[in-house]
């Protein structure tokens, strides 16, 4: 379904206590989004500006510190009192924990020495309510209810892996052991220890001929082994009967390594994680740094590429800590476990190599779900620990499955499969229990990420629905409500929302309606909001409010300069261009001129920022990660460009059917969106397609290489920053999802890579690379120069940078970079000004 064509217009109002603007802010965009009328702690920021400061490209790659220094990571206290947030410090890389006592008045530094008192690296509360642990630094604090806070541990040891047990007590790992200790004495037992080796005996069995005749010809050796045995015995008895004694441990396969592992609230089960070593650097490739305080030349160990990818599984084993028995469980029970997925994709690259593919039943390798950031990870006990919940994908990446332990049978069972032809996504995977039998999870089962409930013994219920992505879900401590943002009122719009998991609500309840970015915190109360919101021309500040839907947000930071606020920033529409391939449009931010005149006889010249990461949405109504660019294409503007951004087949957050698009064919459905927004260009907005140019990053830049090599002609010029040549050279963990493997999907990588198109290349062209990229790497830009060497390709150059990654640090590298840029584009774009 075509979503509304409405151009929605993004204005430069500040958020003030009379959401007022300045008069030439109200000027630049007559059909602003209406800002929240929220309440501010302090004077209007824009009165104490003087004018309007200069835009150059100097100050906008300058260190970003002269724009403020914002909020970054905010959360609440433990006891919900008091509001904390990270902070740069001024001219260094080192942050400042900040806090707002009592959600008011001005931040104060936290001093280090109480870092520990607000900082957790992980929480776990207790069955009862009755105390908090956590972890900081990796030792254990807990915290009681009436406030006091006492230390566990102190050592260099780093325990982890919080558990809550059932009698109140609480248990975490240390390396491969596992420990329960009484919060209030303190005492520390050992419930459990993995150790990766043969299980110990009392004699070594005879190595050889010689050692075989030996203990059979000689009386003492017998004598000896059979006092070994006994006292090998003995000890493992004293073990099993006496309680004072650390348990055995287990023995599994020396070959295998712990990737995971969580013990049962009730301390009866254990479930461990195991597979074969792997180290994606030591397995990986060198990169040379050719900059360092030496003066030589040092080798740095990099990932794996995809092409040298080996299969990740994990096998599931069970440990009984009452019966010390083991047990691995299999995956039979999982639907699809041993389907041929990729049997057409197979078929197809046999049939180009004319060989014949029969299709192959084999069980797939399987593995615990990487957990990306989520609170509680891939593998969940109920609070009572009578089930355990564990999320699992398939090394081929086209099935996601939720399923639950039948601790009886010692067998899983299914709760829930997703499958998707292409790929289940790597984001919106979140799930936990809602009591102690169903639960909650994420799904793009209907084309986009909904929030879902399932009893162990009934169905599934869908709790939201519609033509938008939920995001960030959180279960309220009760259970009643999910909390969650979602881009329901427009697709660049994310607002805070909160759903009842029994299913009765008919749609989402909104708690804001601020027209931007906002992002949340829920208290500990669940009575309580820190929302992070930001607009285009406004960077993230810190609000508060209650959860009550109709409560105004306070607005509790203010940390933009007078600088960044005195300059007149151009304010860009968000615009549904149509497209000419698919149903939806192809959301756009456009930066026109001041002035604009689209009947002007003279057409304007304009240039398209392609944005990175593929997998990422740009064209919304908040601050982008791309700072730097908002704040290059507003110094475009200036200079008479029109600009446009936008958010091509494969970004986030259009759902499911838009992600995945760009299956098998990366280049294809992003390059049609491109030349369909180069016609809204022509036809909207009076730009001369003689004059266009194009740039981007990572993924942008193997987008630009891409328009530049199958589309000769669509743009004047473009600059690869940082690109991709050859998705084969690429990680394994992004590429095989939508390339699949290039052993198996040949045809894939050679219709995606744009190394393979190079002859097409007619128009100017900028290469920039940082050489110390260990992300896309350096010789990604080596083979594609030496491959326009060889195919005499002429007008275009590269541009190296030997300190940098993949994310420049340094300003003055930002400063050539975009230079270069900008230069490019005048030299062809903008000729007559030569």
Request: proline share 5%.
């Amino acid at each position: 379904m075509v979503k509304s064509r409405l151009v929605i217009a993004i204005g430069a109002a500040l958020l003030t206590a009379s959401c007022a603007s300045t008069s030439a802010q109200q000027e630049a965009s007559a059909n602003a989004v209406p800002q929240p009328q929220v309440k501010t702690l302090s004077a209007d920021p824009l009165a104490s500006a003087e004018g309007t400061a200069q835009l150059t490209m100097e100050q906008i790659m300058a260190n970003p510190d002269w724009m403020g220094r914002f909020p970054e990571g905010a959360f609440w206290s433990m006891d919900g009192q008091h509001i904390l947030f990270k902070q740069k410090r001024e001219g260094s890389e080192v942050r400042d924990l900040m806090m707002l006592e009592n959600a008011q008045g001005e931040a104060q530094k936290v001093p280090l020495s109480r870092w520990h008192k607000y900082i957790a690296d992980e929480k776990e509360s207790s069955v009862a309510g009755d105390w908090l642990a956590y972890t900081f630094e990796g030792n254990i604090f807990v915290r009681f209810g009436d406030g006091s806070v006492a230390q566990l541990t102190r050592d260099e040891a780093r325990q982890h892996n919080l558990q809550a047990m059932t009698d109140g007590s609480l248990s975490f790992q240390e390396g491969n052991d596992f420990y329960q200790v009484n919060v209030k004495s303190g005492l520390t037992q050992q419930v459990a220890s993995i150790k990766f080796a043969d299980e110990p005996k009392a004699n070594k069995e005879p190595a050889d001929y010689l050692a075989r005749e030996e203990q059979q010809l000689i009386q003492y050796v017998q004598k000896e082994r059979e006092a070994a045995q006994q006292r090998f015995d003995q000890q493992q008895q004293l073990q099993n009967e006496n309680p004072s004694l650390t348990p055995k441990s287990f023995y599994l396969d020396k070959s295998k390594q712990l990737v995971q592992a969580s013990l049962s609230p009730q301390g009866n089960y254990l479930i461990a994680v195991i597979s074969e070593p792997q180290s994606w650097r030591e397995d990986g490739d060198i990169m040379p740094n050719y900059i360092n305080e030496d003066g030589r030349i040092s080798s740095e160990r990099v990932r794996r590429r995809v092409a040298d990818a080996k299969p990740t599984e994990h096998q599931l084993v069970l440990l009984d800590l009452a019966e010390h028995s083991d047990t691995t469980l299999t995956y039979n029970q999982l639907p699809g476990w041993n389907e041929d997925v990729l049997a057409e994709v197979k078929r197809e690259n046999h049939e180009a190599r004319g060989e014949e593919y029969e299709t192959e039943q084999q069980p797939r390798a399987i593995h615990l779900m990487s957990d990306w950031g989520w609170e509680n990870g891939a593998l969940q006990w109920n609070e009572n620990g009578s089930e355990l919940a564990l999320m699992l994908e398939a090394w081929d990446n086209k099935d996601r499955w939720i399923a639950t332990v039948d601790f009886a049978a010692k067998q899983l069972v299914a709760q829930d499969r997703l499958h998707d032809d292409a790929w289940i996504n790597y984001t919106h995977n979140e799930f936990g229990w809602l009591n102690e039998q169903a639960l909650w999870f994420m799904s793009e089962a209907d084309g986009y990420s909904h929030l879902y409930a399932k009893p162990l013994s009934g169905q599934t219920r869908q709790l939201t629905k519609g033509e938008y992505v939920v995001e960030s879900p959180k279960l309220s401590s009760d259970s009643e409500h999910l909390y969650f943002q979602a881009n329901i009122e427009h697709p660049g719009v994310y607002e805070v929302y909160r759903v009842k998991t029994d299913g009765s609500s008919e749609n989402p309840e909104a708690l804001t309606n601020l027209n931007g970015m906002t992002a949340f915190e829920l208290s500990p109360m669940d009575d309580e909001l820190i929302l992070t919101h930001s607009t285009p021309l406004m960077p993230p500040e810190l609000y508060h409010k209650t959860t009550a839907p109709g409560d105004q947000p306070e607005q509790l930071t203010h940390t933009v300069s007078e600088k960044f606020l005195s300059i007149d920033w151009s304010a860009p529409d968000v615009v549904p261009v149509a497209s000419s391939n698919v149903e939806d449009p192809i959301y756009t931010r456009i930066y026109k001129p001041e002035g604009f005149d689209a009947d002007r006889a003279e057409e304007y010249p304009a240039v398209v920022f392609i944005h990175g990461a593929g997998y990422l949405q740009n064209a919304h109504m908040g601050w982008s990660g791309y700072f730097r660019e908002f704040m290059f294409h507003s110094l475009l503007n200036k200079e008479g460009y029109v600009v446009a951004d936008l958010d091509y087949r494969g970004s986030k957050g259009y759902g499911r059917d838009w992600r995945t698009a760009i299956y098998r064919q990366m280049g294809t459905p992003e390059v049609e969106d491109l030349v369909d927004v180069t016609r809204y260009l022509e036809s909207d907005l009076n730009v001369d397609t003689d004059r266009l140019g194009t740039y981007g990053g990572s993924y942008g830049g193997f987008l630009t290489f891409m328009a530049l090599f199958k589309e000769p002609g669509l743009f004047e010029a473009g600059s690869a920053l940082r690109p991709v040549t050859d998705w084969a050279h690429y990680n394994v963990g992004y590429t095989s999802n939508i390339l699949n493997l290039p052993q198996d999907d040949t045809i894939a990588y050679r219709q995606s890579s744009p190394i393979y198109f190079a002859e097409g290349l007619e128009d100017a062209l900028l290469i920039n690379s940082p050489m110390i990229d260990d992300n896309v790497f350096f010789q990604d830009s080596v083979r594609l120069v030496q491959r326009l060497i060889e195919l005499k390709k002429t007008d275009w150059e590269t541009a190296i940078y030997p300190v940098e990654p993949h994310g420049f640090r340094q300003p003055e590298s930002w400063l050539n970079e975009y230079r270069r840029i900008f230069k490019l584009f005048e030299e062809n774009l903008h000729p007559e000004r030569d």
